[in-house]
């Protein structure tokens, strides 16, 4: 039965799920939950609260299906649904990062003392980590554009959808979140060197 799915039009698969069919909810996670889940993990960083916030994207969204609008790509429509999951989360972030960050604070000595790890990996985790937080000091709306235009490779014309503003936006946007992040990094630099 499932087979006869993957053939389906996300307007068709949408319309199964309706009528309740578990085959169509399952066929629309099959399609769109990896997307999803880089999505929001390059948004929030985390990837386990990514998974939880997959999962309640889908879970609002498969609520929702009476308002998808099958004339748009559901792709469109789940990914704004998840930017909303990661805007709810960014709100409750301050007091999870107090938890999080105290874990490792706490551990940093058990790592240590594992033995010396390659200069080069630890550089790069340096690095990685450098400009992750680079981009989490972005104001949201440039982070945003950011990460679905210059990460996850979304067009500029499915960005405007997700995000609900014109084309134009996107691009000043985007151009804007370059050259902050480039001052935040020769900030970070600079810093790191002095």
């Known amino acids: 039965m499932s087979a006869d799915l993957s053939q389906c039009s996300d307007q068709d698969l ?4 309706r009528a309740h069919r578990e085959d169509a909810y399952r066929e629309l996670l099959r399609r769109y939950k990896t997307g999803v889940y880089r999505l929001i993990v390059k948004q929030i960083g985390d990837a ?10 889908f879970v609002s969204g498969f609520s929702a299906l009476d308002r998808y609008d099958g004339e748009r790509p559901f792709r469109t429509w789940i990914a704004r649904i998840a930017l909303n999951k990661c805007r709810d989360w960014a709100r409750r972030r301050k007091v999870r990062a107090f938890f999080s960050r105290a ?3 706490e551990n940093a000595h058990h790592v240590a003392s594992d033995g010396p790890g390659p200069d080069s990996a630890a550089t790069d985790r340096r690095e990685l980590a450098r400009v992750r937080g680079a981009i989490d000091q972005l104001p949201q709306n440039l982070r945003e554009v950011l990460l ?18 014109s084309e134009k936006t996107v691009e000043t946007r985007l151009y804007r979140a370059r050259t902050r992040l ?5 900030g970070t630099s600079a810093s790191a060197e002095g």
């Open 14 to 17: 949408a319309a199964f799920a």
């Open 103 to 105: 874990l490792p604070l």
């Open 148 to 165: 679905l235009r210059g990460v996850d490779e979304v067009s500029q014309a499915e960005t405007a959808v997700i995000l609900r503003v």
């Open 48 to 57: 386990d609260e990514a998974m939880d916030l997959t999962q309640e994207t």
């Open 182 to 186: 480039r001052e935040l990094l020769a």
